[in-house]
C-alpha cells in the first residue's frame, strides 16, 4: 500500500502509527506524550491486522497523565515488551543516515531493535542490563557528592551486570555474519557489485571478562562518576573497501549501504521469526537517484506487507510498474484520504 501527498499531508504519521502498533513506541518521538496533539488530553490508535493469515485486533491509549495501554485482541499487556516480535517490523526512512554518521548509541538501538524482535530472552536481559547501568551511575554521582564509597554495594551491581552481560554480547556477535552476508548481497544489486562492504563489531568483553574489566576501570568510574566498560559501549564500524563508510563513502553510497542493512534486517527478522516483519518506507525515493530506486524496488521482498510513502505520484507508479509490484496508492491531504487507486 502507498500513501502520496505533498509535505506535511500526514502520510509519515500514518506509516509511524503502524509501527507504533507494531513495536509499542513511535520511531521519531522519544517520548509517547509528544504525540498527542495539542488541546488533548490523549492519543489512541486502533488497527486490525492481518497477521499470518489471522484477523487481529492492536490498540494503544496514552493518557497525558497516566500509564499507556497496549491491548491485543482486547487483552492488556501487564508489560508493553511482551508484544515486540507479534508483530514485527522493519521501517526506512531519510533519516536512517544517522546510523552512520552519529556516535554508537544509534547503532546500538539499531542491532537491539533487530535482536529484541526475535528473542525476549535477550530483550529482557537488555532492559535489566540498562536499569542496572542508571542505578550504577547514579550510585557513583552518590558517592562523588558524599564524599565516600560504598565498594560493598557497588559490587552486588556489579555481580548482576556481569551475570546478564554475556548473554547480551553473545547473541551481538552471533547476530552479525548473517546481517553482513544478505546486507553484502544487497549492496551488490544497489552499486553493481562496484564496492565490497563489511561490519566489524567493536566490545569491551571482545578483549576481556566484564568482571576483569569493572576492576580494570574502577577508578575511572569513580573519578569520571559513570561506568566506563561494559557491552553499553558497544559500536559497530560500516566500512567499504576496508575504509570507514562515514569518511569515504559518497551520499548515494552511504544510502546504498542503509537501504541494503535496512533490507538485512528485515531478512534476519524473518528466517529468526519464520514470519514477515511489516515493511515501511517513508520519503525515500526523494533521497535516491532513478537507477538506486529502481533496484530498491526489485528487492522489495515479495511476501511482505509493505506500506511506502511518497511526494511524487507520477514517480511512484512509474517504479511500481517498472518493478510489477501491485500496488494500492492512496492520496493524502490534511490526514485524509482524498482518492485510491490500484496500480
Excluded at 56 to 73: A, M, R, S
Aim: proline share 2%; net charge neutral.
Amino acid at each position: 500500500m502507498c500513501f502520496t501527498g505533498l509535505n506535511g499531508a500526514g502520510k509519515t504519521n500514518i506509516l509511524d502509527a503502524i509501527y507504533t502498533l507494531c513495536i509499542t513506541k513511535s520511531y521519531f518521538s522519544s517520548s509517547d506524550l509528544q504525540n498527542i496533539q495539542h488541546d488533548f488530553d490523549f492519543f489512541r490508535l486502533q488497527a486490525k491486522v492481518n497477521l499470518e493469515n489471522e484477523k487481529v485486533d492492536v490498540t494503544c491509549k496514552q493518557p497525558q497523565f497516566g500509564k499507556k495501554e497496549f491491548l491485543f485482541n482486547n487483552t492488556i499487556y501487564e508489560k508493553t515488551s511482551e508484544h515486540i516480535g507479534k508483530m514485527p517490523v522493519v521501517m526506512i526512512t531519510p533519516y536512517d543516515v544517522e546510523l552512520i554518521n552519529d556516535g554508537g548509541e544509534v547503532r546500538r538501538k539499531f542491532f537491539d531493535n533487530i535482536i529484541s524482535q526475535t528473542d525476549h530472552e535477550y530483550l529482557n536481559k537488555l532492559m535489566q542490563y540498562n536499569k542496572l547501568i542508571l542505578q550504577r551511575n547514579s550510585l557513583l554521582k552518590q558517592f562523588a557528592k558524599e564524599g565516600k564509597r560504598n565498594l560493598i554495594l557497588l559490587q552486588t551491581y556489579d555481580e548482576q551486570l556481569i551475570a546478564l552481560a554475556p548473554y547480551i554480547f553473545e547473541k551481538r556477535k552471533k547476530s552479525l555474519p548473517e546481517l553482513i552476508k544478505w546486507c553484502a548481497e544487497n549492496y551488490a544489486q544497489l552499486s553493481d557489485g562496484k564496492e565490497k562492504i563489511a561490519i566489524d563489531y567493536e566490545s569491551d568483553l571482545l578483549k576481556f571478562d566484564f568482571a576483569t574489566l569493572l576492576k580494570q576501570t574502577l577508578e575511572k568510574d569513580l573519578i569520571t562518576q559513570r561506568t566506563n566498560a561494559g557491552i553499553q559501549k558497544d559500536d559497530w564500524s560500516f566500512l567499504m573497501n576496508g575504509n570507514a563508510i562515514k569518511k569515504f563513502g559518497s551520499q548515494g553510497q552511504q544510502k546504498s549501504f542503509i537501504l541494503s542493512l535496512k533490507l538485512a534486517q528485515w531478512k534476519y527478522i524473518q528466517q529468526a521469526l519464520q514470519k514477515n516483519p511489516f515493511l515501511l518506507i517513508d520519503d525515500f525515493f526523494d533521497r535516491l537517484d532513478e537507477s538506486r530506486a529502481l533496484a530498491l524496488m526489485q528487492l522489495l521482498p515479495n511476501d511482505a506487507q509493505i506500506f511506502i510513502s511518497d511526494t511524487d505520484r507520477n514517480r511512484l507508479e512509474k517504479l511500481l510498474r517498472f518493478a510489477q509490484k501491485e500496488f494500492e496508492i492512496i492520496g493524502i491531504e490534511n490526514g485524509k484520504i482524498i482518492q485510491t487507486q490500484a496500480v
